[in-house]
């Protein structure tokens, strides 16, 4: 059974950044693909990237280029969602999800609890 | 981009059948699939691939895709159904794209 465990709330001022983690148990990390995805307050979910631990290859949802780095340390099963130049509208909870992607039939079967992450000044 | 397009809300009597929709330009070309998400809690994907589901989920949800339109439906409703349900696809120019939810009332 694959677990996510995602780190704890943060708050942050504006024009900072975060870094939140998420760390897999079950399965063989490398072999996932982890999207992150976040749900703004009352709202949405919205893709943001995903990382394929065992290339080493991240992508990111244009809206967030530039602005979202997608790490993962093999050695801990843990990936990294980091999101820089923080605003007031990035606040939102933020979700890690195993994507499997698979000859078109591309969705997310375990999901971590969710980070909040909070920008305010 | 590509736009999925659900009802705000549906509200069914429990033992009924609620049906949820998801609109979107040939989706019935693509790969849909469906969470259920509960408040304060993380979304739980309940179907995959347009009408499979995962081990642990019950038979009274099912999925089907053709069209402009993919459906989800909710048999013989309880109340621990009650929540927001969002369809998502993967697109080549989008990449993955959420519905914009909706909310499943049990009267």
């Known amino acids: 059974q694959v677990q996510l465990v995602q780190s704890g709330a943060e708050v942050k001022k504006p024009g900072s950044s975060v870094k939140v983690s998420c760390k897999a148990s079950?399965?063989?990390?490398?072999?996932?693909?982890i999207s992150w995805v976040r749900q703004a307050p009352g709202q949405g979910l919205e893709w943001m990237g995903r990382?394929?631990?065992?290339?080493?290859?991240?992508n990111y949802a244009q809206k967030f280029q530039g602005r979202v780095t997608i790490t993962a340390d093999k050695s801990t099963s843990t990936a990294y969602m980091e999101l820089s130049s923080l605003r007031s509208e990035d606040t939102a909870v933020y979700y890690c999800?195993?994507?499997?992607?698979?000859?078109?039939?591309?969705?997310?079967?375990?999901w971590g609890q969710g980070t909040l992450v909070t920008v305010s000044s | 981009s590509y736009v999925l397009t659900q009802p705000p809300s549906v509200s069914v009597a429990p033992g009924q059948t609620a049906r949820i929709t998801c609109g979107g330009n040939?989706?019935?070309?693509?790969?849909v699939h469906w969470y259920q998400q509960k408040p304060g809690q993380a979304p739980v994907l309940v179907v995959y691939d347009d009408s499979d589901r995962p081990s642990g989920i019950p038979e009274r949800f099912s999925g089907s895709n053709s069209g402009n339109t993919a459906t989800l439906t909710i048999s013989r409703v309880e109340a621990g159904d009650e929540a927001d349900y969002y369809c998502q696809v993967w697109d080549s120019s989008s990449d993955y794209v959420f519905g914009t939810g909706t909310k499943v009332t049990v009267l």
């Open positions: 040939n989706i019935g070309s693509k790969s």
């Open positions: 999800a195993r994507t499997i992607a698979v000859a078109g039939v591309d969705y997310f079967d375990y």
């Open positions: 990382i394929i631990p065992i290339l080493g290859i991240a």
């Open positions: 079950g399965g063989t990390f490398s072999s996932y693909t």
